[in-house]
């Protein structure tokens, strides 16, 4: 007794089990967290280690290379990167994917030990951390209100972010484009000097007397006693009067003596801008494991409730929301659960048409949500989330997972109308049609599993693509053995009638039978065309072959990229000045570029931000949110190419036109990312510049940049060593005295109402210029004298780069760039690698280059996703072999994947789509169910012949009853993935590629496999025979 049998006779046990799936899967999809895309694992270690007053090019020869040199020696190195900035070396370690991170991490903390004797004695100490891809804004909060800057802040800081900070999910709330309050002392150079003070023994001094001391307790009698000493500052006043020094050892110097003390705000260090006004950004940050979109939800409702309070507060302040990543969460998942609902639909009616019987069509349809909500369940089991992946695998797989009822309903009900009884049809039929039900979701599974092995960033993205759909597969071939049989065996009911015969619903039963006539009038030609088919194979397998060549000359003009650009309305014009340009000038920039960008009607809103990115006083973005995709008439896509035409004046400004990644709430960066990387740093420049050049005067790149042209003047004050000794003069000492006259020092607090505000120490603004005041600067030796800086020192002045880039351990330049509308990644990847073998931008010996970011991914999928599709055949070959016991039965069904590869080049061109990382799924898909025509015929084909029947008699009658359910179910498919092909909202644009090469494959490889198999399979038969008595005259 098979499980169908067992099923039959058990129909409560099996309609619990139906039950049961269905409350369980609805639990399991409920619980699961819902992301954009899945999460993924970045084995990546970041190492930052400052060195105060070091110039870049310090940092590199004292700090960066010594660190390098040691971390380098740790095994599963991928890629060695690093930043030497003034004052500071970033070095992030890129680890391969199968490397414990936790044990490298602690390899890294060791070498990182072993080179400190190395390393100046002075550094801080290095901070070493994983990065997680999950610290990346999910919100950004505008707020505005009648306030000056302090209020600003006090507002934000001790009211406002502490409510959205207390929302669970929420990791971190960062306050841009306002400055707190702060107290600053500011010095008068020639007062110090006359009283023999320094800079440092002020901050010493402060630091000493600003503080609240615990003195400690005594037990007096039953009872505890603490003692206090209590010296912070709480008024001005007490800050004026504080006692810095005594003047020739008898008059007390206090701070009112030395210059003045001001109510000010802390330095800027970043501007904010909406609507050409000055505003305040909060930018929200999630927890690594947190839900983006309840945690947003959670946010936007707190600020809800809070609205009424803050009507009524001083200012009346304002919130406006952008930068929502879960809009785009929303909008993705959004649209794919109404493809999958509409694919559903279609499906259902598509078999109700052929099949022309209302409870075939339910059966059909009831199997459906069982198979997809019991999906959910294995889905939970295996920690998947509802992403953009996991939906699209689901959507995808409705015509996969119909495929198996309506071969089994279709062949029920032949029986039925053959006289079967509805329980005995069920039986007969699972046993006839097990074997070709088994291959079809066996071959989709084997298809689908080795994506989800696939390494690297694109593997881990894949992964529960290629689960899911084997999961939903497995739910689906059981569901089609047990289930449905039951369900034909209780609904079919012993005479039931068509929808033809039915005498109610005229309008139904003519349309019904418009349809049946069709199938009857597709059926005669196809016999005929069938019967030409076997007694002409050469002429078919000729034109076979021109068409297949065709395509291989048209798959060349297929657009090769990594991701397809969609149009999410979300663009960010990023900027950067010259490296000493000031937040004036960055904000100056920001504000012209921003009133043209609201000239465009299209525009929603725009915010502008200057020395938000990176803390760079030279760097800003314009964030600009579209009008949503029905009420604007351009795409995106023409909006920035319109946009880049109107920002040619501010080439000042490098401005870059972009996409806005709501992935991470992050920039995503430019597709086409180039590194040249060598040791030897003139070669390099001139190298790099020249094929920057060179790729300048290609149209297809847009925004070209590259990363050599930071630098900024610099002035310098080298020590000389025997003057400071002679003198006894410290050469740190002099550093942190000349720190304080231009940045100052913070020694102390001033604690008002429960606040505290930072108390700085500085010279006044117009001493704080040390090549102005170079003769007039003194600085304390070792007993406290001071001593002139022109004594001991002299200055340079020069030009540095503001950032130093190396990578494995060597310096690099990076030449990034956006693509013009319609331009193949892969392909101009290709034509520039080519170039560097020969010609003018032959790359020379000691120069090496690598992409990196789209590049990188885009090579890692065209490798990792090729060594997957010839295993997925292989495996497909292995389990027809192991199905039919032939090892040449199989080479019959492979036939279809290159017929299928000749519709899916085709309609690509013919629609203008590209290859992505999408399309690519689309080629795996069309590798599962190209097949299954050919096991439905095949399957059917041999088993005749198997009865007794010839091999042309076979071929005619197993096309002809094989027919209906062949197209049945690539219809269905077809139908299925219409949604995905025509996507219908604005996130839908860049999965379109992949509905398109599968609809075109499917289309290609049913017509071609229903004529061309039959003319092949005659040799292959013949060939077979022949293996088969060699194999005999070897055994006998």
């Known amino acids: 007794m098979n499980i169908t049998e067992l099923s039959i006779k058990r129909p409560a046990f099996i309609t619990s089990i139906m039950i049961a799936i269905i409350v369980v899967g609805y639990i399991s999809f409920k619980k699961m967290n819902v992301e954009l895309f899945p999460d993924i694992d970045v084995p990546v270690i970041f190492i930052a280690t400052g060195y105060t007053g070091a110039a870049p090019s310090e940092i590199e020869s004292l700090v960066t290379k010594p660190l390098e ?43 990182i030990n072993q080179a400190r004797p190395k390393l100046p004695e002075d550094i801080k100490e290095p901070i070493i951390r994983r990065v997680d891809p999950a610290d990346q804004p999910i919100l950004t909060i505008i707020v505005n209100a009648d306030l000056n800057e302090a209020e600003m802040f006090d507002f934000v800081d001790n009211y406002l972010r502490p409510r959205i900070e207390q929302i669970d999910g929420v990791g971190m709330v960062e306050v841009l484009g306002a400055r707190k309050r702060e107290i600053q002392i500011l010095l008068d150079q020639k007062k110090l000097k006359d009283r023999e003070i320094s800079l440092s023994q002020i901050n010493r001094q402060l630091l000493i007397s600003g503080q609240n001391v615990s003195i400690g307790k005594k037990q007096v009698g039953d009872k505890e006693r603490v003692f206090r000493s209590a010296s912070e500052f709480n008024e001005l006043e007490q800050i004026n009067n504080s006692v810095v020094n005594f003047y020739s050892n008898e008059v007390p110097t206090k701070i009112s003596d030395l210059g003045q003390v001001v109510d000010t705000l802390e330095d800027e260090n970043s501007r904010a801008f909406v609507d050409q006004k000055k505003s305040l950004f909060l930018t929200v940050f999630r927890q690594s494991d947190a839900n983006i979109i309840k945690t947003v939800d959670g946010v936007k409702g707190q600020l809800e409730k809070i609205k009424k309070d803050m009507a009524m507060m001083k200012g009346n302040p304002t919130t406006i929301a952008i930068k929502d990543a879960s809009t785009y969460i929303r909008s993705n998942i959004s649209d794919i659960q109404e493809a999958i609902f509409i694919a559903v639909i279609l499906t259902v009616i598509t078999v109700f048409f052929f099949l022309a019987d209302s409870r075939a069509t339910l059966i059909t349809a009831i199997s459906l949500p069982i198979t997809l909500v019991g999906s959910a369940i294995v889905m939970y089991c295996a920690d998947f989330s509802i992403n953009v992946i996991t939906m699209l695998a689901l959507s995808l797989a409705v015509g996969l997972l119909v495929d198996d009822a309506i071969v089994v309903v279709e062949n029920i009900y032949r029986k039925i109308e053959s006289g079967f009884p509805p329980k005995q049809a069920a039986i007969e039929s699972s046993r006839e049609i097990l074997m070709a039900v088994v291959a079809i979701s066996a071959v989709v599974i084997s298809v689908f599993t080795p994506i989800s092995f696939l390494k690297g960033i694109v593997g881990q993205y894949l992964k529960q693509f290629g689960l899911t759909i084997a999961f939903a597969m497995m739910i689906s071939l059981i569901v089609a053995i047990s289930i449905i049989p039951v369900l034909c065996a209780y609904l079919a009911g012993k005479n039931h009638r068509k929808i033809s015969e039915s005498k109610s619903n005229f309008f139904m039963v003519i349309l019904v039978k418009k349809f049946d006539n069709l199938q009857s009038w597709m059926e005669q030609k196809y016999e005929k065309i069938l019967i030409f088919s076997i007694k002409h194979p050469k002429k078919i397998l000729l034109i076979t072959l021109a068409v297949f060549i065709g395509s291989i000359f048209v798959f060349k003009l297929v657009p090769k990229t ?233 200055t340079q002045e020069g030009i540095e780069p503001a950032t130093i880039n190396r990578q494995d351990r060597g310096r690099y330049i990076q030449i990034t760039a956006s693509l013009a509308s319609g331009v193949g990644l892969g392909d101009l990847m290709a034509e520039i690698e080519k170039s560097f073998q020969e010609g003018e931008l032959k790359i020379p010996s000691d120069v090496r280059y690598n992409f990196s970011g789209d590049s990188e991914n885009m090579q890692d999928m065209m490798s990792s996703m090729g060594l997957a599709l010839i295993l997925s055949i292989v495996f497909i070959y292995l389990i027809l072999t192991s199905l039919y016991e032939s090892f040449v039965i199989p080479f019959t069904v492979l036939l279809a994947l290159p017929l299928a590869f000749c519709g899916a080049s085709y309609a690509l061109v013919l629609m203008n789509e590209s290859l992505n990382i999408f399309t690519m799924l689309g080629v795996f898909m069309l590798v599962s169910v190209s097949g299954k025509n050919s096991i439905l015929l095949i399957d059917y084909a041999n088993r005749l012949i198997a009865e007794g029947k010839s091999r042309e008699e076979a071929l005619i009658t197993a096309g002809k009853i094989r027919l209906r359910p062949i197209l049945m179910t690539t219809i269905a498919l077809i139908v299925g993935t219409l949604p995905v092909a025509i996507g219908f909202s604005e996130t839908a644009s860049m999965r379109t590629a992949m509905g398109v090469a599968i609809i075109g494959g499917l289309i290609s490889s049913t017509i071609l496999t229903l004529i061309v198999l039959p003319a092949v399979f005659g040799y292959i038969d013949r060939f077979r025979l022949w293996i088969k008595k060699i194999l005999c005259r070897v055994v006998e």
């Open 562 to 794: 990594f991701m397809a650009e969609s149009d999410n309305g979300e663009v960010t014009v990023s900027l950067e000045l010259t490296a000493d340009s000031s937040l004036d000038a960055t904000s100056q920039a920001g504000l012209k570029i921003d009133e043209i960008v609201r000239t465009f009607p299209q525009v929603q809103i725009s915010a502008v931000s200057a020395g938000t990115m990176s803390r760079q006083a030279n760097r800003g973005e314009i964030y600009i949110k579209l009008l949503p995709k029905k009420q604007r008439d351009i795409s995106t896509t023409v909006f920035k190419e319109q946009l880049r035409q109107k920002l040619k004046d501010f080439q000042y400004a490098n401005p870059i036109v972009k996409d806005f990644d709501p992935s991470g709430g992050a920039t995503r960066g430019q597709p086409f990312n180039l590194f040249l990387n060598s040791s030897n740093k003139e070669s390099l420049e001139k190298y790099a510049m020249k094929v920057f050049e060179k790729l300048k005067q290609d149209p297809r790149l847009k925004d070209l940049d590259n990363s050599n042209k930071a630098t900024r003047p610099e002035f310098r004050v080298k020590i000389d060593d025997n003057s400071a000794k002679a003198y006894g003069v410290n050469a740190q000492a002099v550093g942190d005295e000349l720190r304080g006259y231009v940045e100052g020092y913070t020694p102390t607090k001033l604690r008002q109402s429960g606040l505290e505000y930072n108390v700085r120490v500085r010279l006044q603004d117009g001493q704080r210029d040390l090549k102005e005041n170079f003769d007039k600067i003194f600085v304390p030796n070792l007993n406290g004298k001071l001593i002139r800086l022109k004594d001991i020192a002299t």
């Open 69 to 111: 040199e040691e971390i380098s020696t740790v095994s599963g190195i991928k890629k060695l990167l690093s930043r030497s900035l003034k004052d500071t070396s970033q070095i992030i370690v890129q680890l391969y994917q199968n490397i414990d991170i936790k044990y490298a991490e602690q390899q890294i903390r060791d070498k």
